[in-house]
């Protein structure tokens, strides 16, 4: 009886150290500690020993059972953490968080209107070149035709500082003339972007200013032709070359002759009609206008000093917001300066 028990428990505790899975630690409890198990049947047997080897053998019994349970529980200890550690590295399944990715802001449409302007005439070699937004009176009107008392101003509602002769610029048509003061008596061809300000546009207290991108090209044998090609290729490349383009005359005091450029509308191809309706965009004239443009006057070299006899020239200024709203197809004004985030988040 001592002897079996003794080999018993040695096959046990052999066994139980190639256990590998939870499965075969429940056959081996079963194979040992089970009702219908090797220990308990051996235990069985105790009864028919006689009478004075019964206490020893169950003793030793109790030793063996005792024995076997303990091992059965570190194995089991360390097979869990085996399967845990198993999980954790093999798992397809990975339960870690990814962090939260920062919000992204992006540029403003009109910053990105601006920037795809630059881009188009800096590929036909137009500098850029900015200027104050404060000016005085001379050069904001007057050498560029426009004095006082001139019937012109009325096309520009300004804001005049309290400083005498000081304003905010209506337009950034100043700006031909300090690029002509910058590069007398050079030829040269420039853009000038930037804010203006004019009360007429305050329907809110947001609305007083808009940007606007003005440019001038000035040196000899310039032509109307050279004019008409630069911008008929610009609205080409920012409106898509599909578009038809028709220069119509106008009237500016610092150009001679003046044209506005058009466009075909985009939302009835020219046809002014769509489906039937009266088109909302063109008011059913089949076109749209972009800028308004025209010969450097004489008076205005005059001014700087360059010789009309020697240079001719161009100039031209479009809206920023008026391009933006034309291209994507935006109802009003106001979005651009509402920060209205729904707005601004479908031109990321
Ligand atoms: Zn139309």
Redesign the pocket.
Known sequence: MLAELRSLQNTALQELAGVESPEALETWRQSFLGKKGQLTTLLRGLGALPAEQRPEAGRMANETKQALEAAYAEREEALRGQMAERDLTASALDVRLPGRPPALGHLHISTQTLREIYAIFGSMGFDILTSSEVEDDVTNFQMLNIPPDHPARDMWSTFYLTRPGLLLRTHTSPGQIHAMHKYHPEPFRVILPGKCYRYEQVTTRSEEQFHQVEGMAVGRNITMADLKGVLAHFAHRMFGSERAVRFRPSYFPFTEPSAEVDIS?M??GGE?HVAGEP?R??KKT?WVEILGCGMVDPNVFRAVGYDPEAYTGFAFGLGVERVAMLKYGIGDLRMFFENDVRFLEQFS
């Open positions: 509308c939302l009835c002014g088109c965009v063109c089949g």
